[in-house]
């Protein structure tokens, strides 16, 4: 099966392989890596990797959460994309659910959140968990492979040190597949599936707004056309 890789867009790409054994402490982790291998490893900490992550430990798996940067949220968070617009579905009724649900709900249950509140709040949902570890700033350098089919590890880098990590399952949560794509899985860029590879998916732009009374521009499309022009 293939995939499409945008560039900017956020991928989730589930790769499920086999088996286990060595591995590099670092002292980079929020806490220590001292097991040798996990049952499930989880590459990136966007929401998709949060909710995997924590979704495994639940289900009674070893779970590692390897993120390059120094928390979790991903685009959400270090990328202040702090609007969510598919809150309501149809008739108002609510469209979030499972993991996420959870989540929405520490920060306020809104279409808009508090960006540093969502920082927290994927935080204590991964470490509310006893089986899942968490490995902050470092970065995925490489896929290992058993031959040339199976993944069977990651090669990690952190404080200029590189370890290898082993695991059962991997489940790729990177913005852009980085993993998947490092263990050979086919892919597509862009539109290059309909013949369109120069066709990429638009960007979002976020701007930073300070000093803006909310419940005034909440309360302003209920007036009357006339009385907004006074």
Known sequence: MKFKVGLAGAALAAIIFGIAWLFETSSASKAPLSKESYDVIVIGGEPEGVAAAVSAARNGAEVLLVEERSGLGGLMTFGKLNFIDMVQGIGGHNAIGGIFKEWHEMVGADSAFEIERAKSAFLELAEKEPTLTLSFNTELKNAVKDGNSTVIG????????????????????????TFATDAGAPYYLGGEDINLKDRLMAVTPVIHLTGVDWEGVKERPKKKPSALLK
Not at 170 to 175: G, K, P, R, Y
Request: hydrophobic fraction near 40%; proline fraction near 0%; charge should be negative.
């Open 154 to 177: 990651a090669v990690l880098t952190t404080q200029g040190k590189e370890f290898t990590v082993y695991g059962s399952r991997f489940i790729d949560a990177t913005q852009d597949a």
